[in-house]
Nanobody
Framework: VQLQACGGGLVQAGGSLRLSCVAS????????MGWFRQAPRKEREFVTA????????FYADSVKGRFAISRDNVKKTVYLQMNSLKSEDTAVYYC????????????????WGQGTLVTVSS
C-alpha cells in the first residue's frame, strides 16, 4: 500500500487549505482512513478519521468544527478540508490507513504516507 499526500503549503491565519491523499496497491474501499499531524518538537497527534464507507467520522477536539474529512472510493482518495486555520495547526500532516474496524477510534493505523507540510502564518 502506498499513500501519497499533497496540498500543503503556506497560508495566513483564518485561511483554508485542502489536503488530498491518494492510495494505491490494494482495496481502498475496505480501509478506514485517518489524518495525523506532527508539529515541530511535538509528538504526532490524531486529527481525524473516516470509516471505510464514509458514514462515520471522528475528529480531535482541537479541529472539530473547522476541519472536515471526506473520501472518494472510486478515486481512492481521502481529503482533509481545513478552514479557519490557526498558527497552532502548523505541522506536517500525514494520512494513514488500517483495515476497517469498529469502533472507528484513533488506534490501529499501520500504514503511513510521506506527509505534507502546512504552515499557518499569524
Amino acid at each position: 500500500v502506498q499513500l501519497q499526500a499533497c496540498g500543503g503549503g503556506l497560508v495566513q491565519a483564518g485561511g483554508s487549505l485542502r489536503l488530498s491523499c491518494v492510495a494505491s496497491g490494494r482495496t481502498f474501499s475496505l480501509d478506514d482512513m485517518g489524518w495525523f499531524r506532527q508539529a515541530p518538537r511535538k509528538e504526532r497527534e490524531f486529527v481525524t478519521a473516516i470509516d471505510w464507507s464514509g458514514s462515520s467520522k471522528f475528529y480531535a477536539d482541537s479541529v472539530k468544527g473547522r476541519f472536515a474529512i471526506s473520501r472518494d472510493n472510486v478515486k481512492k482518495t481521502v481529503y482533509l478540508q481545513m478552514n479557519s486555520l490557526k498558527s497552532e495547526d502548523t505541522a506536517v500532516y500525514y494520512c494513514a490507513r488500517r483495515f476497517k474496524q469498529v469502533p472507528l477510534g484513533t488506534a490501529g493505523f499501520n500504514s503511513w504516507g510521506q506527509g505534507t507540510l502546512v504552515t499557518v502564518s499569524s
